[in-house]
């Protein structure tokens, strides 16, 4: 082989290369610092780690997956994936997750014991927030939902307000027209919104967030759910309630409920009561593997909300704390 002709090839491969990664990244995201690959030299077990970690977690305490999941949620749409959701808060700055609206967020131990096993294995390497990118993906995993890939890559901020959570996240009262416009801020389409909506198949809701509803919206709720839930939330704010009839099992069960009048919060309930999102909903109880195809889009868009580019950002050391 000629010089020529290897250099040729080579070009030819760089280019095969690069349009297969872009086919993988889901095209147009535009976001170049993520890949696939990005700890294989530098921390090369980095997701076996991670999902051992996680794995032993939700063994012992299958509600965390649920956690792990709203986690990276309340991460992402608030100042983009840059684990400022993970840090507490100081002397002079009350953080996101001491904030009214994430009082009940739980998971932080199992952050903190992946990020101990991973500073172990390769020191000031991993980012909090591909951990929890990764925790949020391995947990959906272990409740059985989908799995998807996870590139990454991703930064972690310094900052964590209180304050920003409030504009950020969307409040359990919001109607179907206010969530599509949130979720269209950070590029999210209708089907993405009822997609990772969607990720109420795990979990709870406290009194707080749906004694409302069971007040007002009785011709939206179910009359059997309503004098159950009036029960639960008689002692008080502290009560709770599963968002479906399987909490730990990430299934169509939710959609199927939200078409009973079922549904926990107003913001569920909605999904299936205005005509922009109820055949998204309908689809989705209807057929599991198009709800799990939807929900892996959604993550991966979700996954790389905002992202700190370049020198931006750092790797924390602790997950808690930014690195002094
Ligand atoms: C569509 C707008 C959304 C609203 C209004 C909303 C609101 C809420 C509220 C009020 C709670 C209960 C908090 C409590 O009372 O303890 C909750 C829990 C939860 N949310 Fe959302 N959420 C939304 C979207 C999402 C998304 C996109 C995800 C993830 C993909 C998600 C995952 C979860 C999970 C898993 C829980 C249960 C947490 C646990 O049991 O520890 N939510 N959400
Ligand atoms: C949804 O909520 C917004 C804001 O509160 C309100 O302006 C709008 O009329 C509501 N839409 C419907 C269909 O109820
Ligand atoms: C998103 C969310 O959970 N918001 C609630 C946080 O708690 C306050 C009261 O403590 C509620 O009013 C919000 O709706």
């Known amino acids: 082989m000629t010089m020529v002709s290897a250099a040729k090839n080579l070009v030819r491969l760089l280019v095969l290369a690069q349009v297969a990664a872009g086919l993988l990244s889901g095209s147009g995201g535009g976001v170049a610092a993520?890949?696939?690959?990005?700890?294989?030299?530098?921390?090369?077990?980095?997701?076996?780690?991670?999902?051992?970690?996680?794995?032993?977690?939700i063994m012992k305490d299958p509600t965390l997956s649920a956690s792990l999941l709203r986690l990276h949620f309340h991460d992402c749409f608030v100042q983009g994936c840059d684990a400022s959701v993970l840090l507490d808060s100081t002397d002079d700055n009350t953080a996101e997750k001491d904030a009214q609206a994430n009082k009940s967020l739980r998971g932080f131990e199992v952050i903190d014991a992946i990020k101990a096993a991973l500073e172990e294995r390769c020191p000031g390497t991993v980012s909090?927030?591909?951990i929890l990118a990764l925790a949020a993906r391995d947990a959906v995993l272990m409740a059985r939902g989908p799995y998807y890939s996870v590139p990454q890559g991703r930064r972690d901020g310094t900052r964590s307000v209180a304050a920003d959570t409030l504009r950020a996240l969307p409040p359990p009262f919001f109607n179907a027209t206010s969530l599509i416009s949130l979720f269209a801020t950070h590029g999210f389409n209708v089907q993405d919104m009822v997609a990772l909506s969607g990720g109420h198949t795990l979990g709870i809701a406290h009194c707080v967030n749906f004694k409302d509803r069971v007040k007002n919206e009785l011709e939206t709720l179910d009359g059997t759910l309503a004098s159950k839930l009036g029960a639960t939330c008689a002692a008080g704010d502290s009560g709770s309630a599963p968002f479906d009839r399987t909490s730990t099992n990430f299934d169509t069960v939710y959609f199927k409920e939200l078409q009973a009048r079922r549904g926990l919060l107003s913001s569920d309930q909605t999904l299936f009561e205005s005509p922009e999102?109820?055949?998204?909903?309908?689809?989705?109880?209807?057929?599991?593997?198009?709800?799990?195809?939807?929900?892996?889009?959604?993550?991966?868009?979700?996954?790389?909300?905002?992202?700190?580019?370049?020198?931006?950002?750092?790797?924390?050391?602790?997950?808690?704390?930014?690195?002094?």
């Open 128 to 130: 909090c927030a591909d």
């Open 277 to 324: 999102t109820k055949a998204i909903v309908n689809m989705f109880a209807m057929n599991q593997a198009y709800f799990f195809y939807a929900f892996q889009q959604g993550m991966y868009k979700m996954g790389q909300i905002d992202l700190k580019e370049g020198d931006v950002g750092e790797i924390r050391a602790n997950c808690r704390v930014v690195n002094s």
């Open 34 to 57: 993520l890949s696939y690959d990005y700890y294989g030299m530098s921390c090369p077990y980095t997701e076996y780690i991670v999902r051992g970690v996680v794995a032993d977690a």
